[in-house]
């Protein structure tokens, strides 16, 4: 990953932060000379031998067969982005030297894949994945609630796939580099666009200016 200085985020804390926040992202890997990739959700586990993403495939999916030849993989997550508008900078408005650019969240996971077949494994996985996203709800849904014979033919239907993780690295690209007035009026430039993603981009960088 291309990271200058200035936009490079190696915090494990903030990273784990992100990757359980954004949950989905596309796993890549390389067969016979070919990339591959699947989009799913992971979940983030920390365990005695390291942090591992967990996520699955459906059995159809010839993503597994490369998983479980136990190469390399890369996970790639990807949180709020925006397109910046030039106007939004006070030195746009003072010299006219603007361009426009673009902010953007990205965190890029690397490891060693491995299958998952076992059903106790698996219906754990679901069990987790589940309860991540319907804690808060008023009627949250659990994978109890399905009848027993329904949800074991599901598990035989899905495999899982994990990456016992090496290395971590992040891009915070939110025009650091740019003098304050700049910053702040990107902030409030955001602030009013119509897509929700940069309007998340223009709080996150919001939460970093103190605002």
């Known amino acids: 990953m291309y990271a200058p200085k200035q936009f490079r985020e190696d915090r494990r804390d903030v990273l784990l932060a992100a990757l359980r926040s954004i949950q989905f992202g596309a796993l890549i890997a390389v067969s016979d000379g070919r990339p591959e990739a699947v989009h799913m959700p992971m979940v983030v586990r920390e ?29 790639v997550f990807q949180g709020p982005q925006a397109y910046i508008h030039p106007g939004w900078y006070e030195t746009k408005r003072a010299t006219g030297k603007a361009v426009p650019t673009w902010n953007y969240v990205a965190v890029h996971v690397r490891g060693t894949l491995t299958i998952e077949r076992d ?13 991540a996203n319907e ?27 994990r990456l016992s993780v090496d290395a971590m690295e992040g891009v915070w690209k939110m025009i650091q580099h740019h003098p304050e007035s700049n910053r702040r009026g990107v902030i409030a430039g955001l602030a009013h666009e119509g897509r929700a993603s940069a309007r998340e981009m223009g709080a996150l960088m919001g939460e970093r200016e103190g605002q």
């Open 135 to 161: 804690e808060g709800r008023a009627d949250p849904w659990r994978v109890s609630d399905a009848p027993d014979d329904y949800i074991d033919a599901m598990l035989r239907a899905i495999v899982g796939v």
């Open 119 to 131: 059903p106790l494994w698996l219906r754990r996985h679901l069990d987790t994945l589940t309860q």
């Open 47 to 75: 365990e005695p031998t390291g942090l591992v993403l967990e996520g699955h495939v459906a059995l159809g999916n010839p993503f597994w067969k490369i998983a479980a030849a136990g190469t390399g993989g890369l996970a």
